[in-house]
């Protein structure tokens, strides 16, 4: 013969038989938000092993431009153009240390040039116009893409190279067609992934790793 359930088992057993479609709904959002951050972590780790030595490459061709008192030029699209006016803002300001400003800017933001070159001309040259303008051998371009196929970012590498500039890209998946337009001394940042919130979240963290290393090279270890 069972024994008969407890008055507190049995509001249990009557919670867990009516569970509303909001608490499904709130158990798979818990779900979907915990492999967010479960992958966000697998997709960095593996990154890393790709990504330490060409991060290593870009830092010192970034404080050799630097020292050479050259600037530095970012450019992307969207999420990407958030990020190249994030690391101008960083470098241009500061990161985590106080030091002395540096010479970055993003092509991103001026709203008259860009809106007057995609007008006059197309939308492809808003960033190749500014490089060839303002470029001088001795800079570095960061060119940022998470598909690597932006056209507009491939012109403006395009012009870098005629303008003596070394180009510095942040892409993903395979790279497309900004991997394949890179010149020998040109620094290639790969995202190994083909999912863009998971490439945009690592692009923001290598960003972060530059500027902590360009810092590094400047300051040397903080005291």
Do not use: W
Request: aromatic residues 4%; glycine residues 8%.
């Amino acid at each position: 013969m069972s024994k008969p359930l407890s008055p507190s088992e049995n509001r249990s057993e009557h919670r867990s038989e009516h569970r509303s479609p909001t608490d499904s709904a709130s158990d798979a959002l818990t779900q979907r938000i915990q492999a967010h951050f479960q992958e966000s972590v697998e997709v960095k780790q593996r990154a890393l092993n790709t990504l330490r030595d060409p991060i290593q490459d870009a830092v010192q061709a970034m404080v050799s431009c630097l020292l050479g008192s050259g600037k530095i030029m970012a450019c992307g699209n969207g999420g990407s153009a958030a990020d190249a006016q994030h690391f101008a803002a960083e470098l241009l300001n500061r990161f985590e240390r106080e030091r002395p400003p540096l010479a970055a800017i993003a092509l991103t933001t001026d709203s008259s040039t860009l809106t007057a070159i995609g007008n006059d001309y197309d939308f492809d040259q808003v960033f190749s116009k500014q490089v060839s303008a303002l470029g001088q051998p001795g800079d570095v371009l960061l060119a940022i893409s998470t598909s690597g196929n932006s056209r507009n970012v491939l012109r403006a590498i395009e012009v870098a190279h005629e303008r003596e500039v070394k180009v510095i890209a942040l892409t993903g998946r395979e790279g497309g067609a900004i991997g394949q337009a890179l010149a020998p001394g040109d620094v290639h940042l790969c995202v190994p992934d083909p999912r863009t919130a998971r490439i945009q979240e690592v692009h923001l963290l290598v960003l972060h790793c530059l500027c902590d290393g360009i810092d590094y090279m400047l300051l040397g270890v903080e005291s």
